[in-house]
């Protein structure tokens, strides 16, 4: 099976603070996500990337850049972290290019930003 | 944005029993997939419907597609303790895009 490891489950962090979250996953998926989740908002979709060095940004990329420097890892950088950017945060991979069928996700991690 | 709306937004009901979750959308889709988490975990692919589908099965699963409607709908068939989860749905845009739902929280009385 698929595994997508997040480094950390939880982190406590203080507002201004540079914050990275680390993803890898382990089969050779070439897209990778990065979600919040919020209460009552779903998942919402942060940055996402196809390729190696490669990038988009999704419905809320404010606050938040990323790196994808190898294949299996994708960091989510909080460049000054806010109180408003505490929330789960998920990674999640699939396999090929074209429709996005069954996303494979990490544990999360639950981001508190005092 | 967020366009796949679960209804209910919460259900309880007792072990063995069946749980009937549903999903909206607005625009047209590629496909509809319904993922389970449990509670401060990742989420679980479940299962995937195509546009051109109109009922899966699973296991205990069965999904059904409305495209007329937009709507699908989740069963759980003789529901367990270990069910009790949150539940969403994703849609598949023409974009490739997926859109999440709020997600159905379940609970399973025993």
């Known amino acids: 099976d698929v595994k997508v490891t997040q480094s950390s489950r939880y982190l406590v962090k203080r507002t201004g603070e540079k914050v990275f979250l680390e993803c890898v996953q382990d089969?050779?998926?070439?897209?990778m996500f990065w979600y919040r989740q919020d209460p009552g908002l779903g998942l919402r979709l942060i940055y996402f990337?196809?390729?190696?060095?490669?990038?988009e940004k999704g419905d809320i990329p404010e606050g938040y850049s990323v790196s994808r420097e190898k294949k299996e890892r994708f960091s989510l950088i909080l460049e000054s972290a806010s109180t408003n950017q505490t929330s789960m945060y998920l990674c999640a991979s699939t396999p090929g290019s074209g429709p996005n069928e069954k996303l494979f996700f990490g544990s999360g991690t639950q981001l508190s930003v005092l | 944005s967020q366009q796949g709306e679960e209804d209910p937004q919460a259900l309880s009901i007792q072990e063995g029993e069946n749980a009937t979750m549903n999903c909206s959308y607005k625009?047209?889709?590629?496909?509809l997939q319904w993922y389970r988490q449990n509670s401060g975990r990742g989420l679980v692919h479940l299962i995937l419907?195509?546009?051109n589908e109109r009922e899966k099965h699973s296991g205990r699963l069965r999904v059904t597609l409305d495209t007329s409607k937009k709507s699908s709908s989740l069963l759980i068939t003789a529901s367990r303790a270990a069910d009790t989860a949150s539940y969403f749905c994703a849609t598949e845009d023409s974009n490739y895009q997926l859109i999440w739902g709020a997600g159905t929280k379940l609970i399973i009385k025993p």
């Open positions: 625009t047209s889709i590629n496909n």
């Open positions: 089969m050779d998926h070439e897209n």
């Open positions: 990337s196809y390729d190696v060095k490669m990038k």
């Open positions: 419907i195509r546009s």
